[in-house]
């Protein structure tokens, strides 16, 4: 299947420092990618859908200032945490799709410490 | 009320033991259905979709019922290695949410030698 890679794999900051985050389609060009937080022992929380080339559209309660996405080309979304808090500390992962077929590749998550 | 709801779980069974789980979501606009499972601290990762017509993968047999907006994952004859959180996806109707998939809570299943 289709690979999807993000870096770095885990992450710890300072509170106040921001954290860039890279999710790559590695053999497929993704219009549509998606970034997901994931608290401890909770499931899957959609943040954001990241078009190439457009704004990204955020979900109800998630800062867009605060969580910036960029997705410039159509293998690569980044999303930048500013400002980042110790409640920010989470698993970050992220998806892309792949048209032909139709499915969903997840990447492998970016564990996110602040202190 | 949620919009996608497993069994709160944990399953804890034995080797060979036949395990089902449920799952009820809230949009009767959904277009697609999926389990996923997720192993601690990963992605998850893409048991198999689920069809109207119910079907089988093996061990696995998934069931949608779309009158009732229910879905059901069955694995039998279980395996050490089936030990995980197994997610209940949902994949809402077109538009905006194109590729939108919906995860519920959770269901993690331990299963002992």
């Known amino acids: 299947g289709a690979v999807v890679s993000q870096h770095p794999s885990w992450v710890i900051c300072k509170s106040g420092t921001s954290v860039k985050i890279e999710c790559r389609s590695l053999?497929?060009?993704?219009?549509?990618m998606f970034w997901y937080r994931q608290f401890p022992k909770q499931s899957l929380m959609l943040m954001a859908t990241?078009?190439?080339?457009?704004?990204?559209?955020?979900e109800q309660g998630v800062e867009k200032d605060k969580f910036l996405i960029n997705h410039a080309s159509l293998t690569l979304s980044t999303l930048t945490v500013t400002s980042a808090h110790p409640e920010d500390s989470s698993f970050y992962i992220c998806?892309?799709?792949?048209?032909?077929?139709?499915?969903?590749?997840f990447g492998p998550g970016t564990r996110l410490t602040v202190t | 009320r949620k919009e996608v709801e497993q069994d709160p779980g944990p399953f804890n069974v034995p080797e060979g033991a036949t395990v089902a789980f449920n799952c009820t979501y809230s949009?009767?606009?959904?277009?697609?259905f999926f389990w996923y499972r997720q192993d601690c601290r990963k992605e998850p990762k893409l048991l198999m979709s689920?069809?109207?017509s119910g079907n089988e993968d093996g061990r696995f047999t998934a069931q949608l019922n779309r009158a009732s907006q229910y879905i059901s994952l069955l694995i039998r004859d279980s395996k050490l290695s089936d030990s995980a959180t197994y997610l209940c996806?949902?994949?809402?109707?077109?538009?905006?949410?194109?590729?939108?998939?919906?995860f519920g809570q959770g269901t993690i299943l331990t299963v002992h030698p």
């Open positions: 998806s892309a799709v792949d048209r032909r077929p139709y499915e969903q590749y």
């Open positions: 053999d497929f060009q993704a219009t549509t």
């Open positions: 990241s078009n190439e080339g457009s704004k990204a559209t955020y």
């Open positions: 949009n009767s606009a959904s277009q697609s």
């Open positions: 689920v069809y109207s």
């Open positions: 996806v949902v994949n809402d109707a077109g538009g905006t949410s194109y590729g939108k998939l919906t």
